[in-house]
């Protein structure tokens, strides 16, 4: 990436609109010892917005009294002015009257002085409100230089985020349905999951969180789905879990991927036993709900992935009643603000689920609604929300 260049220095210009050309010339004298900075001269105020506009002062220097326009209303004409509208304006009078000075000041002057004032103080004004606008001016630009550049961050977050959509499984149908929620993060979580045919018997289910957001993290979980979809690993049997996630922690080390580690929830199930062999590795527990409603927490010890190669990971199983509903999460589903201020926590979401009745609990739009009521004013998910719904026939 190009380092953004810096915002150049503005130099110091002052235009003066004044009827009387006497005052133009003593100020003019005055600056002259200021090479910095540079004079120019409005004599008809009729013209002084179109003066402003060719000369772009960093201050203005403004008499009160002029025949042509009432010095009041051209001040507030400058603050309409959306080119004039941030320039300091000093307004010059031939009096110390507290109630024109309030005028003044109310339509938009920053500084009023008696003319013709001490060099001096003209000079130190001058300079300080230039200085004044210059910053301004400095700040405004990076501020539009972040905006550009959190906008051009956002549409690469975007393309990641369709990118990743794009890699997700479609949905089937027959002996097995599934079904599943993504919604990512404003700023993109590293969540990716998909089911896999391994042979005609065996059904690999599997759903990953990569630690931090960003396209760094995204990136890493498509890396590592392509390497299981594929089958990539050396000398693993993608049928046993714990060998899947074990070959997955080995083949990628935090050290190498940028400090990012990964939880992942891997099962297989064999549709002839009807057994679900399966394996976690810092991943929330998958919910197994039996036709009548009993639930199973699926979950087995084992820590990040990525984290330590030596890292043993274990498995287990369970025998699945037809018609049963297996729901793999990550933590972006619960860990949500409520309305109170309170974050739901996987205790919390597990009570929202055995809350809604059997018969709807093959319904995603069931549990959605349940999140959704928790805080009914989120806009956004705070992390990346995915949800696989499995129903074993």
């Not at 910095?36 to 008499?63: G, N």
């Not at 990743?164 to 993060?185: M, Q």
Request: hydrophobic letters at 40%; aromatic letters at 8%.
């Amino acid at each position: 990436m190009n380092p953004t260049p810096a915002i150049k220095e503005m130099p110091i210009k002052v235009l003066l609109i004044d009827d009387q050309e006497i005052i133009a010339e003593a100020i003019k004298k005055m600056l002259s010892s200021h090479q910095e900075i540079e004079f120019s001269y409005c004599k008809d105020a009729s013209k002084a917005l179109e003066a402003a506009a060719q000369f772009k002062p960093t201050v203005i220097l403004q008499d009160l009294v002029m025949p042509e326009v009432d010095g009041i209303t051209l001040v507030r004409y400058f603050r309409a002015n959306p080119a004039t509208r941030d320039v300091p304006m000093i307004v010059l009078s031939s009096k110390e009257e507290p109630v024109v000075k309030a005028d003044a000041f109310a339509a938009g002057a920053d500084d009023y002085v008696v003319k013709i004032p001490d060099k001096i103080e003209l000079i130190a004004r001058i300079i300080h409100h230039s200085e004044s606008y210059t910053r301004l001016i400095q700040r405004n630009e990076a501020y539009k230089k972040l905006a550009e550049s959190e906008q051009a961050l956002q549409q690469e977050l975007n393309e990641a985020a369709e990118y990743v959509k794009a890699t997700l499984p479609k949905p089937i149908k027959g002996a097995i349905d599934t079904d599943w929620r993504f919604t990512p993060s404003l700023q993109l979580g590293g969540d990716a999951f998909g089911y896999d045919w391994l042979d005609k018997d065996n059904l690999a289910i599997y759903l990953l969180d990569v630690c931090g957001h960003g396209v760094g993290a995204a990136l890493l979980s498509i890396s590592v789905i392509n390497v299981i979809r594929s089958q990539s690993l050396p000398n693993v049997d993608f049928k046993s879990p714990k060998l899947v996630l074990k070959g997955l922690n080995e083949s990628f080390p935090m050290e190498k991927n940028n400090q990012m580690f990964f939880t992942m929830w891997y099962g297989v199930y064999n549709q002839p036993s009807r057994k679900l062999a399966y394996s976690s590795g810092g991943h929330p527990p998958a919910l197994l709900f039996t036709p009548e409603g009993k639930m199973s927490e699926l979950t087995t010890n084992g820590s990040i992935v990525g984290g330590d190669p030596s890292t043993q990971f274990t498995q287990a199983e369970v025998a699945v009643e037809p018609n049963s509903n297996l729901y793999v999460f990550s933590d972006g589903v619960f860990e949500i603000p409520s309305s109170d201020g309170h974050m739901l926590t996987y205790s919390d979401f597990v009570k929202l689920i055995n809350q809604i009745p059997n018969g709807e609990k093959d319904k995603l739009s069931a549990i959605e609604q349940k999140i959704r009521a928790v805080n009914k004013t989120l806009q956004t998910y705070p992390d990346d929300f995915s949800l696989l719904h499995v129903v074993l026939h």
